[in-house]
T-cell receptor
Framework: GAVVSQHPSRVICKSGTSVKIECRSL??????MFWYRQFPKQSLMLMAT?????????EQGVEKDKFLINHASLTLSTLTVTSAHPEDSSFYIC????????????FGSGTRLTVV | AQKVTQAQTEISVVEKEDVTLDCVYE???????LFWYKQPPSGELVFLIR??????QNEISGRYSWNFQKSTSSFNFTITASQVVDSAVYFC???????????????FGKGTTLSVSS
């Protein structure tokens, strides 16, 4: 249980184009979804927290206009990298918390974005 | 402030050796959860364990064991008789209590890269 499906797993795009990454909770309702970015050989860096039906909360230093997050339903959150540049190339992972008292965090399988 | 420190950046061992990955955390919460995740080269995060701050019993799962010591704010992870398949990046993470901070993300350490050679 508590599975998050993330797509695409890999994407290559040209500079200046936009890329959308989707995360779906398959067997539970994800009120809150977290988006992380991971550079090679580094830890996961929290980019933003998205709550269903409201605006996302971005971490300091993360450009809201570049990384658009939409959490329109309890099962779907999307991250759109707008006007992508090579420095946006990274591994992006979504996560959702499930459960109440006995809770845990589940993660998508990640999206490796390469901007050429 | 909440923080997780994994001081060991990289560890290399030979198969069948035991290896301990260190994790030290900082938090002002009296209730919190600690986690360990494994990230193989594929990138997907694999959940290993969750521990409640009130439960200080050590846990063993097969070749894996965890030593939680609140007095030293440590939650160390030991792999016994390591295998090549254990090669991965291991992350220790901290989360605040569930009931009053529903939207709080996990706080990750920087990770320890474990390389097990045959």
């Amino acid at each position: 249980g508590a599975v998050v499906s993330q797509h695409p797993s890999r994407v290559i795009c040209k500079s200046g184009t936009s890329v959308k990454i989707e995360c779906r909770s398959l067997d539970f309702q994800a009120t809150t979804m977290f988006w992380y970015r991971q550079f090679p050989k580094q830890s996961l860096m929290l980019m933003a927290t998205s709550n269903e039906g409201s605006k996302a909360t971005y971490e300091q230093g993360v450009e809201k206009d570049k990384f658009l997050i939409n959490h329109a339903s309890l099962t779907l959150s999307t991250l759109t990298v707008t006007s992508a540049h090579p420095e946006d190339s990274s591994f992006y992972i979504c996560s959702a918390r499930y459960g109440a008292r006995g809770y845990g965090y589940t993660f998508g399988s990640g999206t490796r974005l390469t901007v050429v | 402030a909440q923080k997780v420190t994994q001081a060991q950046t990289e560890i290399s061992v030979v198969e069948k050796e035991d290896v301990t990955l260190d994790c030290v955390y900082e938090t002002r919460d009296t209730t919190y959860y600690l986690f360990w995740y494994k990230q193989p080269p594929s990138g997907e995060l694999v959940f290993l364990i969750r521990r409640n701050s009130f439960d200080e019993q050590n846990e063993i799962s097969g070749r894996y064991s965890w030593n939680f010591q609140k007095s030293t704010s440590s939650f160390n992870f030991t792999i016994t008789a390591s295998q090549v398949v254990d090669s991965a990046v291991y992350f220790c993470a901290l989360s605040p209590p569930a009931l009053n901070q529903a939207g709080t993300a996990l706080i990750f350490g920087k990770g320890t890269t474990l390389s097990v050679s045959s």
